[in-house]
Nanobody
Framework: QVRLVESGGGLVQAGDSLRLSCEIS??????MAWFRQAPGQDRKFVAD????????YYAASVADRFTISRDSAKTTLYLQMNNLKPEDTAVYYC??????????WGQGTQVTVSS
């Protein structure tokens, strides 16, 4: 089993930065990811990272602004978000999986970007 706890969300202005964290207790299959869900929309993939190799993959909408990473102890997942836009407003979730499917989720952290 695994427990995922996100933190770091908040209310910021357009152009600001935020760093989200996801504390991981338990086993990681092979990948960790960030997803987001805006009001009235489906949950969407943001980025993922191979937990051993450190290789990363991004959605096109965030590739030049967001960075996914992990700490050296491999117990925390991060999402550095720069140049935030109002359309980045969403609840952000971390997830455990194998790059194709995701089987464990955190409770989410709200990010609100004002224009």
């Amino acid at each position: 089993q695994v427990r995922l706890v996100e933190s770091g969300g908040g209310l910021v202005q357009a152009g600001d930065s935020l760093r989200l964290s996801c504390e991981i207790s338990g086993y990681v299959i092979s990948h960790m990811a960030w997803f987001r869900q805006a009001p009235g929309q489906d949950r969407k993939f943001v980025a993922d990272i191979n937990w051993v190799a450190g290789t990363t993959y991004y959605a096109a909408s965030v590739a030049d602004r967001f960075t996914i990473s992990r700490d050296s102890a491999k117990t925390t997942l991060y999402l550095q978000m720069n140049n935030l836009k109002p359309e980045d407003t969403a609840v952000y979730y971390c997830a455990r999986g194998d790059h194709a499917t995701w089987d464990a989720w955190g409770q989410g952290t709200q990010v609100t970007v004002s224009s």
